[in-house]
């Protein structure tokens, strides 16, 4: 299968493809699928960062958002661990608790 042009996809176009794509217009959803079809769709690699700073300023509702498209972005359930571990020395116990419930409530028990 040949490549064509690559799309960088921020996490939010990424979260408006799956969850909102009447924000999307035409021709960029067109350009998104046609890319997807060739294998030409990469994703921000900042998506960890984000989901560490939405850990960070206490912010539920948007963490439970970029969940589901961190996991189909690439991002593993060990690393959401990872991730939320690493929240508990940098940003302190109660940060982690709570992404670690809200972790549960997206995604069910998986993420203990």
Known sequence: MEVGAVILLDTHVLLWLLLEPRRLSASATAAIR?????????????????????IALHREEEFKLH?????ANGVSLDELRAL??????????????AAFRWLREVLGDAPQ
Do not use: C, D, F, H
């Not at 769709?41 to 984000?50: G, H, K, M, P, R």
């Not at 571990?85 to 608790?97: C, F, H, L």
């Open 34 to 54: 046609k890319s997807l079809a060739t294998g030409g769709i990469a994703v921000a690699s900042i998506t960890l960062w984000e989901l560490a700073m939405m």
């Open 67 to 71: 969940v589901r498209p961190a996991l």
């Open 84 to 97: 939320t571990m690493q929240a508990a020395i940098y940003t302190g116990v109660p940060a982690a608790n």
